[in-house]
């Protein structure tokens, strides 16, 4: 099993364009959520997901849109980026009900 | 935010020493978890801890818990060089998961 994947591993946006950040996870995981960790914050969660077809905001959902058509995917979306989403953004899953959250490798976005 | 806290903000000992790392959080939790970061990697589920167990162990960690005063406590015994890393706790309200600010802890060969 691959676990949890994140493509890509870096990139840099210029102020107001959009991109999209893949997740996908390979262990029939219900649960999918994005965090972005800046220094000092910790990990703050953006979005989430019980199951496909099902999103819900987190603690800094602004700017950011997901969907989950599949049980598999969960791409973040960046709308129009800024400089303050500057950050490392993680992806994670786990079982429907279980607390372990298996992580994915992260993606290291710069915005200028 | 609530965003739990860890304490300290870093910690550097000797290998084979202990390390001790506490978390602090804010609302009532059903359980609490740590989590691992080594640098520049994804974080790795160590131990839960459900809110009426008050101690649990796996290999070289401990972890306490006193919902009381809303704090947790990681212990790492016989620390290694590999134990180099930063450690989250972690909380849950419903399906949202709030992460500490973290400890980074450096374990000297």
């Known amino acids: 099993n691959a676990g949890v994947t994140q493509t890509p591993k870096f990139q840099v946006l210029k102020t107001g364009q959009s991109m999209t950040l893949q997740c996908a996870q390979d262990?029939?995981?219900?649960?999918m959520s994005w965090y972005r960790q800046d220094p000092g914050m910790g990990l703050r969660l953006i979005h989430y997901?019980?199951?496909?077809?099902?999103?819900d905001q987190g603690e800094v959902p602004n700017g950011y849109n997901v969907s989950r058509s599949t049980t598999e995917d969960f791409p973040l979306r960046l709308l129009s980026a800024a400089p303050s989403q500057t950050s490392v953004y993680f992806c994670?899953?786990?079982?429907?009900?279980?607390?372990?959250?298996?992580f994915g490798p992260g993606t290291r976005l710069t915005v200028t | 935010s609530q965003q739990g806290e860890e304490d300290p903000q870093a910690l550097s000992i000797q290998e084979g020493e202990n390390a001790t790392m506490n978390c602090s959080y804010k609302?009532?939790?059903?359980?609490l978890q740590w989590y691992r970061q080594n640098s520049g990697r994804g974080l790795v589920h160590l131990i839960l801890i459900r809110s009426n167990e008050r101690e649990k162990h796996s290999g070289r960690l401990r972890v306490t818990l006193d919902t009381s005063k809303k704090s947790s406590s990681l212990l790492i015994t016989a620390s290694r060089a590999a134990d180099t890393a930063s450690y989250f706790c972690a909380t849950n309200t419903g399906n949202q998961f709030y992460f500490g600010t973290g400890t980074s802890l450096t374990v000297i060969p």
């Open positions: 609302t009532s939790i059903n359980n």
């Open positions: 262990m029939n995981h219900e649960y």
């Open positions: 997901s019980v199951g496909a077809g099902i999103t």
């Open positions: 994670a899953s786990s079982s429907a009900g279980a607390y372990e959250q298996y």
